[in-house]
């Protein structure tokens, strides 16, 4: 079997991966050669879950939607957990707030431990810490109690979530790797679509409480994945888990201009994303007096539009066109829709069409410039990739966050006119981000 060039498959040899498949390892080195293998070199190579089958595919997707179980899942049934915890609506709106300032903050020490003990280790604490917290949220009787346990919640559902960003970043390179990170981005983006849905569900069979299942279930299905999941980190017993270490290494993330760049691009990408799920909800809801299942469906048409932009993303890619290319084909929709969308807002219309194409549009334009994005910014640096998985999600939830937070905040009551400036300005510096530190780095 031909290795072919390692920037179009998974890391090669030289690296300490492997870029033949597990197949064509097993030919080359006998049952007796495996043997006598190096115990370090034979764990860098065996991964009994092949990394090119649909079931290393789907590890990863759980991998990286198992914080998503525990936002979209449990949104149906905050009414029912705040009159049974005797809180108000905004009192217990807190447990999401909580749960997400977790999920972006604790990335930055998991990256740093990832890059010295492995990914593995990482994955195994968080699915206990998610399903022990989950647990507690099922059984606290006090606000207090449920905060807590949502925010222990949220910090061992991120632990995953880098970790298989990382994953990707040691094993594949190239158009492989963009590939394998369009699948991810595209599991992240089919949770939202049916977690709403399982939630109520339970919710009316039974009690918020039982919500709190899903992300339990996760939780064990994952850990119980592990175990045919062996290290691919390349682990340096040399690197020192210290404060001044860890900063060294964040600090050549953001020296790195295409690293850095890379990242600022993708976490604007989100933020104009998020920018239309607050703003959409509050005009189609609020203005416009949709009901919430109406609005779910157009919700759906949305999550479905980044499906389809990440699998365009790879025909894109199979056709030729390099990361550089997908990503300003990207932002050139993303900025053209925004653009259509400040228009309209400026001039008062209401058109619901319009908002519904501009979500499409925005949506698929996240499928092209995310995957690629990501993947550029992980293969910088390959010894910290984890460190870089960290930075990456830490940046995305400040970009997500403060554009949700000004979008609700400049929100009048009737119009798109908040939803269109905060997403073209985040498009404007999506664009800015690739064209001013990426392209110029890249000569």
């Known amino acids: 079997m031909s290795l072919g060039p390692s920037r179009t498959g998974r890391k090669d040899q030289r690296n300490g991966y492997c870029s033949m498949n597990c197949l064509s390892l097993v030919k080359t080195f006998p049952r007796a050669g495996w043997r006598n293998l190096g115990a370090n070199r034979r764990e860098a190579w065996a991964l009994r879950i092949h990394p090119d089958s649909s079931a290393f595919t789907l590890l990863l997707g759980l991998m990286a939607s198992l914080p998503t179980f525990a936002i979209d899942t449990i949104l149906p049934s905050l009414s029912a957990t705040g009159d049974d915890l005797q809180a108000t609506s905004v009192e217990v709106g807190l447990a999401m707030s909580v749960y997400l300032m977790s999920l972006g903050a604790t990335p930055l020490a998991y990256g740093p431990i990832s890059d010295r003990i492995g990914r593995k280790p990482i994955v195994l604490f968080g699915c206990v810490l998610v399903v022990i917290a989950s647990f507690g949220c099922m059984l606290c009787i006090s606000l207090p109690q449920f905060l807590i346990f949502r925010a222990l919640e949220g910090a061992g559902a991120s632990a995953s979530a880098i970790a298989a960003f990382a994953i990707v970043g040691d094993i594949f390179d190239g158009e492989a790797a963009a ?63 210290s404060p001044a270490p860890i900063v060294r290494n964040y600090l050549r993330i953001l020296r790195h201009p295409v690293c850095v760049g890379n990242i600022l691009c993708n976490a604007a990408a989100a933020g104009a994303m998020f920018a239309y799920f607050t703003g959409s909800s509050l005009f189609f809801i609020n203005a416009l007096g949709l009901n919430p299942y109406e609005y779910g469906v157009i919700f759906g048409a949305s999550s479905l539009s980044v499906m389809a932009g990440t699998r365009g993303s790879r025909k894109l890619s199979g056709w030729g066109l390099s990361p550089a290319q997908v990503i300003t084909a990207g932002l050139a929709l993303s900025t053209i829709v925004a653009t259509s969308l400040l228009l309209m807002a400026l001039v008062g219309g209401k058109s619901a069409v319009v908002v519904v194409l501009v979500m499409v549009g925005v949506a698929l334009s996240f499928g092209f410039i995310s995957p690629h994005a990501m993947n550029e910014a992980l293969q910088q640096i390959a010894e910290i990739v984890g460190s870089i998985s960290a930075a990456r999600a830490f940046v995305q939830m400040i970009g997500a966050a403060s554009s949700r937070a000004t979008v609700a905040a400049l929100f009048d009551g009737h119009s798109v006119f908040s939803m269109a400036v905060v997403m073209f300005a985040f498009c404007l510096l999506s664009v800015a981000a690739y064209a001013g530190i990426v392209l110029p780095a890249e000569g």
């Open 179 to 241: 590939a394998k990170m369009a699948n991810v981005v595209l599991a992240i983006y089919i949770v939202p679509m049916i977690a709403p849905t399982i939630g109520a569900a339970l919710l009316a069979l039974s009690s918020w409480r039982a919500i709190y299942l899903v992300p339990i279930a996760g939780g064990l299905v994952l850990l119980m994945a592990m175990s045919d999941f062996s290290e691919s980190a390349r682990i340096d017993p040399n690197v020192r888990l």
